[in-house]
């Protein structure tokens, strides 16, 4: 199974960014998947879940700014980030794993190779 991550970039404060992480393999829909993300010296966060039924979680850091998705016909995730801040500024990692989605890095077996975001301020 590979992950592929896209769509980060520079954007400014107030801004928005639409992640996609497509995925190989013809499993996907029965899986959860999952976005976390990394700032320079930080550890690893979740940023939120989505279930094989489509069930959503989110840190409450991002809540109500972020909408994580999924389109199983196209087997890709996604992630949609409004209103970024700069704090949001990290490397952003999608992940396949536990069918229930969870927080837990633990949770997932496949990782994508990550996608950077940087919002100015």
């Known amino acids: 199974v590979q992950l592929q991550a896209c769509g980060g970039g520079l954007v400014q404060a107030g801004g928005s960014l639409r992640l996609s992480c497509a995925a190989s393999?013809?499993?996907?829909?029965?899986?959860?998947m999952g976005w976390f993300r990394q700032a320079p010296g930080k550890e690893r966060e979740f940023v939120a879940a989505i279930s094989w039924l489509g069930s959503t979680y989110y840190a409450d850091s991002v809540k109500g700014r972020f909408t994580i998705a999924r389109d199983n016909a196209k087997n890709t995730a996604y992630l949609q980030m409004n209103s970024l801040r700069p704090e949001d500024t990290a490397v952003y990692y999608c992940?396949?794993?536990?069918?229930?989605?969870?927080?837990?890095?633990?949770?997932?077996?496949?990782w994508g190779q990550g996608t950077h975001v940087t919002v100015s301020s």
């Open positions: 992940a396949r794993g536990d069918s229930r989605g969870s927080r837990w890095s633990e949770d997932y077996d496949y």
């Open positions: 393999g013809r499993t996907f829909s029965v899986y959860g």
